[in-house]
């Protein structure tokens, strides 16, 4: 087996070395060959990128063909996402986030919701109520962990990415609902993203009404099922189901049933990757990834 793999490697060195021959059909040919070859190829190229950083060129060129292999994963993982049963959120958003950083693994990715979740499920206890839990879950993530909703405009794609946004403890309004809302899923706490299928209405999360507890309220409307709206780009302020639908009316906004219920994992991934095409388009040093984004975002037509 080890045979095997090297000559294969051999193989593979000696096409990425003819990548660079002065004869433009030679080389268009060599890439096409490597491409063929699939993502099966990516490691082997890693372990080459890795031994040869003292070639400039010969990285870059392994480089490329990386970059349009990994592209290839992503699009054929994100497309199996699609298709599965489970549609885990965490998991879509992983695929996607891939995209920027191919070395992140799926173990770091869910790792960096574990300290949030430990915090708050160290707080929280079945006695209190919905209203006494996001409370909780608002210290924890706004006051003690310091996460705020960037300042930045136009919007930095790092502030998008969920793990980057770990880091900086700055992100943009659906990457705080979707860390926020998948905490407390972990938790088994009802909290989920609810986002426009069309248009630019905020992005909310909704408490569902799993205690029965809406006709005690009577908030006075129909609730779709939902006990209140969080706000996290407002620190987690609760937000009454008639304000939001006034707040859409008064605003001119659509008023479909979509508008105020849980979003399927779908739509909240394909808003995850529309946000960051939009603050690929907003960057310059990135809009050359605009094209992926924009095929990755036509998958889920």
């Not at 095997?4 to 000696?14: E, G, H, P």
């Not at 998991?91 to 960096?112: C, H, M, N, R």
């Not at 407002?234 to 979509?258: C, F, W």
Request: proline share 4%; glycine share 4%.
């Amino acid at each position: 087996m080890y045979f095997c793999d090297v000559r294969m490697n051999t193989s593979i060195q000696a096409l990425v070395d003819l990548m660079d021959d002065p004869d433009e059909i030679i080389s268009r040919h060599v890439e096409d060959q490597l491409l063929q070859k699939g993502t099966d190829l990516i490691p082997a190229l890693e372990q080459m990128q890795d031994s040869s950083m003292d070639e400039p060129k010969k990285v870059e060129r392994i480089g490329m063909l990386l970059t349009q292999l990994r592209y290839e994963k992503i699009e054929g993982d994100l497309k199996t996402w699609i298709e599965s049963d489970d549609k885990s959120l965490i998991e879509g958003l992983y695929i996607v986030s891939k995209y920027q950083f191919p070395e992140l693994t799926q173990t770091d990715f869910a790792f960096k919701f574990a300290a949030l979740k430990d915090a708050i499920w160290l707080e929280i206890n079945p006695k209190q109520t919905s209203f006494e839990i996001v409370k909780i879950i608002n210290k924890v993530i706004f006051d003690h962990f310091d996460f705020k909703k960037s300042a930045s405009y136009p919007i930095s794609p790092f502030d998008v990415y969920v793990n980057s946004a770990f880091e900086s403890r700055e992100a943009s309004e659906i990457t705080l609902g979707l860390i926020y809302s998948l905490v407390a899923q972990s938790l088994e706490i009802p909290i989920y993203g609810v986002t426009p299928l069309q248009g630019t209405g905020p992005f909310m999360l909704a408490y569902l009404d799993k205690n029965e507890i809406l006709s005690l309220l009577d908030w006075g409307i129909d609730n779709n099922g939902v006990l209140f709206y969080i706000s996290t780009s407002n620190k987690g302020v609760i937000v009454e189901p008639k304000r939001l639908k006034e707040a859409y009316a008064e605003k001119g906004m659509d008023h479909l049933k979509s508008c105020f219920e849980p979003s399927p994992n779908t739509v909240l991934v394909k808003k995850y990757l529309q946000e960051i095409c939009k603050s690929y388009e907003n960057t310059v040093q990135f809009r050359y990834k605009v094209k992926h984004m924009k095929d990755l975002i036509s998958l889920f037509q």
